[in-house]
């Protein structure tokens, strides 16, 4: 389905499937890209939540969120850590200014800044954070090694990395998910894959957890 300017009332009588197709999960843009990312913003809330509770969150953390999308995540861990700073970075432009929308108040009191860039490059110094996250989001980074060495990079000493998804390969995967994975072109390793990836890229312990009666992930990277 080709992108062009579809007003709202055009989008009102598409699908889910066909906003998102049009949306782009992999770099949303334009009217499709924002309508597709409030609705993720709800419908990623509980397996977000699930993961980031494998970690534990102080007030005055210093946290990164990597693929911020519509900015629920980061939205979530101001709440947690009400003392911390918090940043948001996504290669795309309408994700960045949707995230800036719903972070608005936390942004002008100087706590939130949101930026585009890109996994492969953070635009952040050394040892910067103390945790980074990132949710349904690792499936269409442009190279994982260098993402997962990006994210070590600007971790602290004993700075803890949580990468979370809705779906990894199991093996037995439903079609009709296989086909999404195909469609949209993600990333989907087994759990063992994310495993050796994170041992790959130094991170000293790697701990995977998943939630019965589910395909959620949650891996945790811990910085030596």
Avoid at 152 to 170: H, N, Q, S
Wanted: aromatic letters at 8%.
């Amino acid at each position: 389905m080709e992108n062009k300017n579809y007003t709202e009332q055009d989008l009102d009588k598409m699908s889910p499937m066909e906003i998102t197709e049009l949306g782009n999960p992999a770099k949303p843009e334009g009217a499709a890209g924002a309508r597709m990312l409030a609705r993720m913003n709800e419908s990623h809330r509980e397996v977000t939540e699930w993961g980031l509770s494998h970690a534990e969150f102080r007030p005055e953390d210093t946290i990164l969120d990597i693929g911020c999308g519509g900015g629920r995540t980061l939205e979530y861990m101001a709440e947690r850590s009400p003392k911390g700073k918090l940043w948001g970075v996504d290669v795309s432009q309408v994700s960045v200014e949707e995230s800036r929308k719903r972070n608005e108040k936390r942004i002008a009191e100087g706590r939130m800044e949101i930026l585009e860039g890109s996994a492969a490059k953070l635009p952040f110094a050394d040892q910067t954070f103390d945790k980074v996250t990132t949710v349904e989001s690792f499936y269409f980074w442009p190279d994982a090694m260098e993402g997962l060495k990006e994210v070590l990079r600007v971790l602290k000493p004993d700075g803890t990395f949580l990468l979370i998804a809705d779906v990894y390969e199991t093996g037995d995967l439903p079609e009709d998910i296989r086909e999404n994975i195909a469609k949209f072109h993600m990333r989907n390793p087994t759990p063992a894959d994310f495993r050796h990836m994170f041992v790959d890229a130094g991170f000293w312990k790697t701990e995977i957890h998943r939630k019965e009666e589910t395909t959620w992930i949650c891996v945790e990277g811990t910085k030596y």
